[in-house]
């Protein structure tokens, strides 16, 4: 990972970051001198045991927590300001859908908070949802979607701001394998209209090889970059991907790194 | 020609569908009414039974026939029983709307306010609910003193009694929403103020009916309550306390104030369910959420 570069050409960047959280049960050191960047338009996977900090990373990036040191810059900006330019997106695990709107609604959540016009903000949410190929369903409540189409309607969501970058904490992680698999698929295919970039958290080895232009694996809490893989699979990635040699190659590849990760007790 | 015989087919046996789930509708509502008006039936038929088997008199316990008969009989203002119950209903309902409408906007902003700020909410909270624990009875006679026996006086009991379960509902309703929700509008930058007209106070909905329905009972207790101490004007409570004191001679008439009573509260309840149910007709509270 080339930490040379100057910030600007860096979408997400993070320098010797430690997290520590202060509670009256004693101290707990979640992250220590992590080190992660990606360059623009990359897609970046964080891998790592549980526990090990990977979506206390993502917050601090959302400027949900402040880091205990260290540098923290989105778009070359710091988190706060990149915030306030509405410069990235988040989706979380559970798609948070307001249960009280529609699907259409629920997209232009974010454009009402902008402050954007009604016949703008719908235009652009039926725009964005028709990307995701949700159109039939605007008019749709949440509870009447399945798990995927709700975390699509969270994508799209997440998307109609056009963000330049784009954070995503285990998104299909409460999905079944099968839904999964077609999701990623459909990540890919979104995601080569925009061109966010993208940090990835997620347990499955083989969601991030398929997905990422780089993994990155951290270490057993407290939380340290002790990997970087560069995954140079072509783009756009399909269904043959999964069946290439390499694509098993790096999966193995970060088998172990993740193992020798997992052994590895921090002070 | 197959073609067109499936078409047909398939037509028919939506329109057999719909028309099946109209009837099933229909039947379930209908089996609703029939049951609501048998336990109803229940009441006098459970009423007479007891008479029957404690012997009471007929001063005691008038005979349900006797009240009803007694609904009929005309008073010394020229209408029956019935219409002059009516017209004090109908005081005392005006009243405890009145006061509801106080009372649920003061709870909810003090729903509001204690979640808000953790300082104020500690502040707050023992305080409400400490003005909760003094019984009404005692308080109305003071309140009485105060403000004489006015209008004014009836509202504010009735408000009294409704802020608490409203405020309680509130935050309730608002401390009930996820953090990753709360967490997303932080990344959007959302004002307080769009944190809580977006997401809190439409999310506390559900919960805040649920206190407007116990409030809704409450605050005809509270307006009858406030119409008796030194008998206002007009009002469901003066009928009773003046029915009260003329018990010997016509205890029908006591019993037949508390059925007026009874059903103006079921009646402010029940409107209460149903705008509850109109407001929140595309909800499905659950794990979205």
């Avoid at chain 2, 029915?243 to 209460?272: H, K, R």
């Amino acid at each position: 990972m080339p930490l040379g570069e100057t910030d600007e050409s860096l979408g997400l960047a993070a320098r010797s970051v430690a997290k520590r959280f202060y509670s009256k049960g004693g101290d707990v050191l979640a992250l220590e001198n992590v080190m992660l960047s990606a360059r623009k338009g990359n897609f970046v996977s964080l891998i790592g045991p549980t526990g090990c900090g990977k979506s206390t990373m993502l917050r601090i990036f959302a400027d949900l927590i402040p880091p205990t040191s260290g540098e923290v810059r989105i778009n070359g900006k710091e988190v706060g300001l990149a915030r306030k330019d509405r410069d990235f997106s988040v989706v979380f695990q559970s798609p948070n859908l307001l249960p009280w709107r529609n699907v259409l609604k629920n997209v232009c959540l974010p454009l009402e908070v902008m402050g954007e016009g009604r016949k703008e903000r719908k235009a652009r949410a039926k725009r964005i949802l028709e990307v995701v190929g949700l159109s039939s369903f605007e008019r749709h409540q949440p509870w009447q979607l399945s798990g995927g189409m709700q975390q699509k309607v969270a994508l799209a969501r997440a998307l109609v701001m056009n963000p330049s970058v784009l954070l995503m904490d285990e998104p299909f992680g409460a999905l079944d394998e099968i839904t999964r698999d077609r999701m990623n698929l459909e990540l890919m295919s979104i995601w080569q209209k925009f061109e966010t970039t993208v940090l990835f958290i997620t347990h499955s080895i083989p969601e991030a090889v398929f997905l990422s232009s780089h993994v990155v694996v951290m270490s057993a809490r407290p939380g340290r970059t002790v990997a970087a893989l560069s995954i140079d699979l072509p783009y756009p990635r399909t269904q043959e991907t999964r069946s290439d040699p390499r694509f098993f190659e790096f999966v193995n590849t970060l088998r172990k790194h993740l193992a020798v990760a997992s052994q590895q007790e921090g002070s | 020609m197959a073609r067109l015989r499936v078409a047909l087919s398939r037509d028919s046996s939506s329109v057999d569908h719909r028309n099946r789930w109209i009837l099933r509708a229909i039947g379930a509502g209908a089996r609703r009414v029939v049951t609501v008006i048998g336990l109803l039936l229940l009441i006098p038929a459970g009423w007479e039974l007891i008479k029957f088997a404690t012997g009471a008199s007929n001063t005691t316990m008038p005979h349900v026939s006797d009240i009803v008969a007694h609904l009929r009989t005309t008073t010394s203002h020229g209408n029956t029983f019935a219409g002059f119950l009516f017209e004090n209903a109908y005081v005392t309902f005006k009243a405890s709307a009145v006061g509801l409408a106080i009372g649920a906007v003061t709870g909810l902003t003090t729903g509001v306010l204690i979640v808000r700020s953790r300082l104020v909410g500690k502040g707050l909270l023992p305080l409400v609910v400490a003005s909760q624990t003094v019984p009404i009875v005692a308080i109305a006679p003071a309140l009485v003193l105060w403000l004489g026996t006015s209008w004014t006086t009836k509202v504010v009991i009735a408000g009294y009694l409704t802020y608490f379960p409203l405020t309680i509902a509130t935050a309730r309703g608002i401390q009930a929403v996820s953090n990753d929700s709360l967490a997303l509008m932080r990344t959007y930058s959302a004002t307080r103020r769009e944190v809580l007209l977006k997401i809190q106070l439409p999310a506390a909905m559900p919960m805040i009916f649920v206190g407007l329905e116990t409030a809704a009972a409450f605050s005809v207790i509270g307006t009858i309550v406030g119409e008796m101490p030194v008998g206002s004007p007009k009002g469901l409570g003066l009928v009773i306390l003046t029915t009260w004191q003329y018990y010997n001679f016509q205890p029908e008439a006591l019993y037949g104030a508390a059925l007026a009573a009874c059903a103006l509260g079921g009646l402010m309840v029940g409107f209460v369910r149903v705008l509850g149910r109109v407001t929140l007709k595309d909800r499905r509270m659950g794990a979205v959420l």
